[in-house]
């Protein structure tokens, strides 16, 4: 295994780092308005890389999409986020043998989380040295879950949509499963869903976040609201360690598809301004585009972002 300067391996790095968005970025410390609440957080990068990937292909509903084909699309996000010319030696970086993974999933019905890509995480798991016992898939019930608790790293994915409490369903909305009252969390447009990434269950533990934007939704109303009139097909996957910096991409994107859609500027309602709250109040990584690098592959066409 390959050396730091220092002696620390790169795994050992990365996992040490886990909830931080260090992978390929250098350069540490604090910034914006605010200093995060709270004492003990480790520093926060300068950059965070997002690595956005696309198909035209895969741009059809989570239980039509290729499940070969978005196997490599998430595999080439892999490579381009950890700067590897194979992808197994970065899920290799990041997982390995002595590791108990919990893979935070979205099942909502109407919008679910690939069931092809939870399958090719697991795979990819699996290769990487994690035992088959080691890995599980939930959602709604990670709070009781045993295997969930016992964890040392977590994957969290899910499909990106306009949400009546929060604005947007987002990776960082996506850990709400694991405080036993959600609604507590949706005061303030869901302001404070930062917190619950230092609770002692998540805190450091969330390695890879994966926004899935096959079909995503751009506009509801009311609550659990969805209509196929208001999704679109992107064919997309975005792929980063920040969260806050992954969800902050995917708003632009939606934000951009509304503006589309209705011929005029469209914000998002209610605002989700949980993301830049994430960033400026809890710490949890980089919401302001520039500080984020934002790596495109694949089909570029009505990308709708710079």
């Known amino acids: 295994m390959k050396k730091t300067e220092s002696g620390v391996t790169r795994r050992g790095f990365l996992r040490a780092t886990s909830g931080l968005a260090v992978v390929g970025v250098s350069g540490f410390g604090r ?49 381009a986020l950890l700067q590897t010319s194979a992808s197994a030696e970065a899920w290799g970086q990041m997982f390995g043998v ?23 995480i697991r795979t990819e798991l699996l290769n990487a040295g994690v035992s088959g016992s080691n890995i599980a898939v939930d959602d709604r019930g990670v709070r009781t879950s045993k295997h969930f608790r016992r964890a040392n790293a977590m994957i969290n994915v899910r499909p990106m949509r306009t949400h009546h409490w929060s604005g947007l369903g987002t990776c ?37 976040n994966i926004l899935v934007l096959l079909t995503p ?25 920040d969260p806050v910096a992954v969800d902050a991409t995917g ?3 939606i934000e951009a598809k509304r503006n589309e859609y209705f011929g005029e500027a469209r914000p998002i309602s209610p605002p ?6 994430a960033d400026t109040r809890y710490g949890l990584g980089n919401s302001s585009p520039d500080r984020i690098e934002l790596v495109r592959l694949g089909w570029q066409e009505s990308s709708l972002i710079g």
Request: proline share 8%; net charge neutral.
């Open 272 to 277: 989700p301004h949980h993301i830049e709250i």
């Open 217 to 241: 939704q751009f506009h509801g109303v009311g609550p659990h609201s969805f209509s196929s009139r208001f999704t679109w097909p992107y064919g997309g996957l975005l792929v980063g360690t």
């Open 172 to 208: 960082l909305k996506n850990m709400i499963m694991f405080v036993p009252r959600p609604a507590d969390y949706h005061g303030d447009t869901c302001a404070s869903l930062g917190a619950i990434w230092r609770l002692p269950e998540l805190a450091g533990k969330v390695r890879l």
């Open 31 to 79: 910034h914006g308005s605010a200093d995060p609440e709270g004492p003990g957080l480790p520093p926060r990068a300068e950059k965070s890389r997002v690595v956005l990937v696309r198909n035209q292909k895969a741009a059809r509903p989570a239980n039509d999409v290729d499940a070969e084909l978005l196997h490599d699309m998430l595999n080439q996000a892999m490579s």
């Open 251 to 253: 708003a632009r994107i």
């Open 98 to 120: 002595e590791d108990i993974v919990g893979i935070k999933t979205n099942v909502w019905s109407n919008l679910r989380t690939p069931e092809a890509l939870e399958d090719a």
